[in-house]
């Protein structure tokens, strides 16, 4: 196949072309184009949302016991493995990450079908107390039609969070990847034909969120909407759920605050501030974007960090040793650049970055440096949004009590690190911090068995977590009469 060949998109079990317009997916180091392909059209959401509820219904894999369900996702995780390098370089060149990153994001996917196989098959419906002749228990069943709506930033490891306990649960799932970023769900979608998944249960709906997430949300056969992607599309979900009344679960955007006390181990605080913010160039719904540091060690520590985020190697993501990609897209880096625009305005200074890189694959490439801004207050605009980049905006603190407030002063929830070499000390403040998540002494280190999501504006419900699979089924009551009387209301006598 040449690169101006559309690729096939997969809906209701066959591989064919999209009925919507034809556009090309590029790299963004270079802007070139990796693929082009053809949209889906509403007519397609309709025939992939059919031909899902068809699977469901008739395809036997809701009926199938829990392990012949984990067999197939246990295939899925062997030949995203086996697999594994491939899936790695398209993804590298699908968001423009780098290619440690994309690996590190393709085992996850593996590891997290692995995961939900073994969720399946252990998954325990229970005998409940009983207070009556009666035996009552509390079993689950699967959904239907799933939705999964995923962003750019973490291809197939979105895709597999979602998918992987939707079917484990019995479900049928409809993929809406980012417009930008569909090769992955594509390869995804083929993997579990591959593995022999019966065919209609996983569909890809590459093209535009507001026109397809939109009417796939809608669609009276989806009784579920998964969603990952930015807060105000989270909250245009949920009212479309609400009147559906639709479950949803919502991971949203954070602006998570990343706090160093006065006893932290600089070393550690260094090197996990740069993480948490810089690694995927920012482009992280948990990135650390606002830093607090105990102001006794404000200026020292500022300097070290300072020095170790200019030494971050920003570059061509084909390169093992490259820490930083390219930003998403164009109209992204610009973005970016509006924020850190703004917060000059807003009075702040620049510390480190700011500027984009030039020369080479700088000057096509959408990349932009680590870049922090400081003499800025919480209550400010940059302080407040999610930029969604490589910008750190950092503030010093007095005491621990107006750390908190400024802290747990934000519309989103989502995440907190803190540094401290006094346990008791990080332990109370953990738990006065409003959010999903909160690291201490370490960052953005992720389990497939912990639950992960956000409050307030960052999101509802929970992913990952062997419960995980919960999400993607309903809860149903038996109750089994053991009477050996008829119910005594009706007196009617046993033998009359
Ligand atoms: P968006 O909300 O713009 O998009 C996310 C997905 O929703 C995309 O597939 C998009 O399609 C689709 N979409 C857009 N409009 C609609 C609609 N009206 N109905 C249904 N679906 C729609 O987010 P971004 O892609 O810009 O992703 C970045 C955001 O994602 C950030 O805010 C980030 O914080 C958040 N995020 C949250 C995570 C978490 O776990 N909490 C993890 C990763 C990211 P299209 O591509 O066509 O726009």
């Avoid at 997969?10 to 590029?26: D, P, S, V």
């Avoid at 309709?46 to 246990?74: D, I």
């Avoid at 062997?78 to 440690?100: T, Y």
């Avoid at 990847?177 to 709906?205: F, H, M, N, Y």
Wanted: glycine share 10%; with cysteine; net charge negative.
């Amino acid at each position: 196949m040449t690169l101006e060949q559309s690729l096939p998109i997969c809906i209701a079990g066959t591989w064919r072309q999209g009925g919507g317009e034809r556009y090309a997916t590029c790299y963004p180091a270079t802007g070139e184009p990796v693929a082009w392909l053809n949209a889906a059209s509403l007519d397609d959401v309709e025939a992939a949302v059919q031909g899902a509820h068809q699977a469901f219904l008739h395809s036997g894999w809701a009926q199938r016991k829990p392990h012949e369900r984990a067999a197939v996702l246990l295939r899925i995780a062997a030949l995203i493995r086996e697999r594994a390098e491939e899936l790695a370089q398209l993804q590298r060149q699908d968001n423009g990450k780098p290619i440690a990153e994309t690996r590190a994001l393709v085992a996850s996917a593996a590891g997290t079908f692995q995961f939900f196989a073994a969720a399946c098959e252990t998954l325990e419906e229970t005998i409940t107390p009983s207070r009556g002749d009666f035996l009552s228990m509390s079993v689950y069943e699967p959904m239907g039609v799933v939705a999964a709506i995923t962003p750019w930033n973490s291809p197939i490891a979105s895709e597999a969070q979602k998918v992987a306990p939707a079917l484990a649960a019995g479900n049928a799932v409809v993929i809406k990847p980012a417009e930008i970023t569909p090769l992955l769900a594509l390869q995804l979608a083929r993997i579990c034909d591959d593995a022999g998944l019966p065919k209609g249960l996983v569909s890809v709906l590459p093209g535009k969120g507001s026109l397809l997430g939109d009417a796939l949300t809608r669609h009276p056969l989806v009784k579920r909407v998964s969603f990952t992607g930015g807060t105000r599309t989270g909250k245009h979900i949920a009212h479309i759920a609400a009147d559906k009344m639709m479950p949803v679960s919502l991971e949203l955007g954070g602006k998570s605050p990343t706090i160093v006390l006065d006893d932290a181990d600089l070393d550690h605080a260094v090197a996990g501030v740069l993480y948490g913010i810089f690694s995927s160039s920012g482009e992280a719904c948990i990135a650390g974007s606002r830093l607090f540091v105990a102001r006794a060690l404000y200026e020292p520590f500022m300097a070290r960090l300072s020095a170790a985020a200019a030494q971050l190697r920003v570059g061509d993501p084909a390169d093992e040793r490259t820490q930083m990609g390219p930003l998403i897209s164009a109209a992204h880096r610009e973005s970016v650049e509006r924020y850190v625009a703004l917060g000059l305005a807003e009075g702040g200074r620049l510390r480190l970055g700011g500027e984009r890189p030039r020369g080479g694959m700088f000057d096509h490439g959408y990349f932009y440096p680590p870049t922090i801004l400081e003499g800025l207050g919480n209550q400010q605009q940059v302080c407040q949004e999610e930029i969604f980049g490589p910008v750190l905006v950092a503030m010093p603190f007095d005491s621990e009590q107006a750390l908190i407030e400024q802290a747990n002063d934000s519309l989103y929830a989502l995440a907190a690190g803190i540094w401290s070499r006094d346990y008791k000390r990080a332990w109370a403040l953990g738990r006065k911090l409003q959010a999903g998540t909160v690291w201490v002494n370490t960052y953005k280190q992720f389990s497939i068995s912990t639950p992960f999501g956000g409050w307030r504006d960052s999101g509802l419900g929970r992913e990952k977590g062997r419960l995980g699979i919960l999400q993607y089924m309903e809860q149903k009551s038996l109750y089994w009469g053991m009477n050996e009387q008829p119910l005594a209301w009706a007196g009617v006598e046993a033998g009359q």
